[in-house]
């Protein structure tokens, strides 16, 4: 059992977790594509930096009133949605986010993600669970 | 009988949405299914997707259980197998795991299962440019599955899916083809009364 699948795929991954609210209720809809908008981002920058996009971006969100997954495994077909939200609008919730992608390190992997949830940052607050990592890095 | 099925395949094959068609069928076809899933990251997302539809799962993070979490596979095995008895146990690795190696793991662990099968699971949409791109790693996850299950087969024509099926059968010859759907649910019902029947 010496071979690391994940070398051996030259693949590279990340995942956190946060909690947000937001500044005031967003519409489902208007929510859920925030949410596609983050993943397709993150799509885009992983072309520019490795030519292709090799792997899955995912994203689950739980809310008190239902769930949003949201895929990306391809730019041209976009992401996947499954809104299983039933409320008008969206106050707060649970992201889980993680991608493995290969042809990228996993620092790689963790500052795209981390540069693609930017633009959450204006109308929710967000409250990203610390990870202990394996790899060393500077923040 | 025990059952335990793997359901392969590469990043973004379709491999949570299949285990959860075939759960919830099972499941409501009276099997108790236990199931196993694997993620990469730190951050385990397919659990989470997968109990929202009512099934239970294990998750394992932060590793691969075909290589650096081995042995995490192997005693959940045994406290699955030992604390709820079930017909059937499906493991869903991450996409960078190499079936082989997994199959390996479950036989040495010893929990007494009847019959166990893998299922690979190729994306059709994307398999040429896969395939192109990482052609000798595919090939690794592919070769002796029992069935090669092409999904996604509501994306593609006609053409691209015969030229799928080409490259499938000169990497691994003796597996079964399947072409299903997933998402949209076609073909499953068939793979599932394969598995569940032994004749996979």
Known sequence: MSENSKELADAGSFGLKFDFHAREGIPTPRFATMIEDVLTEVGKNVVAKHGSLLGHIKAFVTTPHGTLKVNLIDLELGPETLNRISSPEVEEGEVKFMA?????????????????LEALEGPLDLDIEEHEHEHDHQH | MMIICQLAGFLGSGKTTLLVRMGTELSKAGKKVAIIVNEVGEVGVDGAVIDSFGLKSVEIAEGCICCSLSGSLQNTLKMIT????????????????????????????????????????????????????????????????????????????????????????????????????????????ELTRLLMGGEA
């Open chain 1, 100 to 116: 493995a992608l290969v042809g990228l390190s996993d620092r790689d992997v963790e500052e795209i993600m981390e540069d693609g």
């Open chain 2, 82 to 189: 030992r604390e709820y008895q079930p017909d059937i146990i499906i493991i869903e690795p991450t996409g960078i795991a190499l079936a082989s190696k997994i199959n390996q793991l479950v036989r040495t662990s010893m929990v007494g299962e009847d019959h166990m099968y893998t299922i690979c699971l190729i994306d059709a949409f994307r398999a040429v440019k896969l395939f192109n791109e990482a052609h000798l790693f595919l090939s690794r996850q592919v070769a002796g599955a029992d069935i090669v299950a092409i999904n996604k087969i509501d994306l593609v024509d006609d053409q691209l899916r015969g030229k799928v099926t080409g490259i499938i059968k000169d990497i691994s010859p003796r597996s079964k083809i399947a072409y299903i759907s997933a998402k949209e649910g076609a073909g499953v019902d």
